[in-house]
């Protein structure tokens, strides 16, 4: 058995179990402990079953190299999670807007006092 197939899991567990922590912690939500953990169940299960997966994964895609659908499939991911945190970006600008103008309208109108 290769090195990897016991430290990626291992890897996997440890940041499973921190990102429960975090959660208790009040640091994350259930959703985000939920999607961060199910990422983390797959790349430990990639580590240990990458054959199975990949050729299941190519299958179910219509995709002939396994590697190719890994590929595909993992730049998909990071497409999503760069638009979910564009997302995040986008409308936290907009608190931090509306933010700054509430305290420049408040510190007008005491200056106008």
Do not use: H
Request: no cysteine.
């Amino acid at each position: 058995m290769a090195a990897y197939k016991i430290i990626v899991p291992l890897i996997a567990l440890m940041f499973i179990a921190a990102t429960v922590w975090f959660q208790r912690t009040g640091r994350i939500s259930m959703l985000q402990t939920i999607f961060l953990s199910l990422i983390w169940i797959s790349i430990g299960a990639i580590a240990l079953f990458p054959d199975y997966i990949s050729v299941n994964l190519a299958k179910i895609f219509g995709i002939k190299s396994n590697i190719n659908a890994l590929l595909f499939i993992s730049l998909g991911v990071l497409f999503l999670l760069f638009l979910r945190l564009s997302f995040q970006l986008e409308s936290q600008n907009k608190r931090i807007t509306e933010l700054v103008r509430k305290l420049a309208l408040e510190e007008d109108s005491k200056k106008r006092l």
